[in-house]
């Protein structure tokens, strides 16, 4: 009786105020949650996660302790409508989605999970939280920990400067926009383990560097101490869109 009652109150939600695909607008059917099947479908993905070393892990070579570095499609204006949801337009749900979707193919393609202890989420400044009222990246990890079970920390790095958008700086901008940006404040949280950062778009890299470093330094470590780091977000934003397969040997060494 109340599985039927459920059933027939979602149906006249959705006669009253259809629930639409974030991308297309179409209307979904029952099944469909925030992306229609097509949309779905069409995400242009990087398959990032099946290549031994991919584009974007390189560019964390020499900087961090790296293992793996993905992400779950290229960042495009026909598909952007994802990110701005999940990050601007109070439907932090969508990013959740979106990750469960992502963990769910990473996991059936690849070992790109394996041996990693816990989730850091990129961290909001308090400020910027409480315009917001949620950190996008959070609901991000929650969405990949559902489908995954690996744990999140998120009292152990913390953001103390309340940096400028990234969106139109240069490179060499970008890096010094995000130094000193993050403080460890429970680094004994962190200690040995294999870290995930999460965020919801990676362009340079620089904010996770920052974040990873930031990790290392409240350690005293140099990379050889023990803690090591992966990475994963739903989108890169970089010009290179030439997806990567499982047996991939190519390089691109240029910064993303």
């Not at 913390?158 to 490179?171: A, F, G, K, P």
């Amino acid at each position: 009786m109340i599985d039927w009652l459920k059933r027939e109150l979602s149906a006249l939600i959705d006669l009253i105020s259809p629930r639409r695909c974030v991308l297309c607008g179409q209307t979904l059917s029952e099944s469909e949650q925030h992306l229609c099947v097509k949309c779905f479908m069409d995400l242009p993905r990087t398959g990032y996660h099946k290549a031994p070393h991919s584009f974007l892990e390189t560019n964390y070579w020499a900087k961090i302790p790296i293992q793996r570095a993905a992400t779950y499609f290229f960042y495009e204006e026909t598909n952007r409508n994802i990110l701005f949801s999940a990050k601007y337009h109070s439907k932090p749900y969508v990013g959740k989605h979106i990750a469960r979707l992502m963990a769910q193919e990473i996991l059936a393609e690849s070992d790109f999970f394996h041996g990693i202890d816990l989730m850091v989420p990129i961290p909001l400044h308090t400020a910027r939280l409480h315009l917001r009222g949620y950190n996008q990246a959070h609901y991000i990890a929650q969405g990949i920990s559902d489908v995954t079970h690996i744990p999140i920390c998120e009292n152990a790095v913390v953001r103390c400067i309340n940096n400028e958008s990234q969106t139109r700086l240069s490179h060499a901008q970008r890096k010094e926009n995000v130094e000193g940006i993050f403080r460890c404040v429970r680094p004994e949280l962190l200690r040995g383990k294999h870290i995930l950062i999460v965020d919801d778009v990676v362009t340079t890299g620089a904010t996770t560097t920052a974040c990873a470093q930031s990790i290392l330094e409240s350690l005293g470590e140099n990379g050889e101490g023990g803690t090591t780091f992966s990475f994963l977000a739903l989108a890169t934003a970089t010009p290179h869109r030439l997806p990567m397969e499982a047996d991939s040997s190519y390089r691109y060494d240029a910064p993303l």
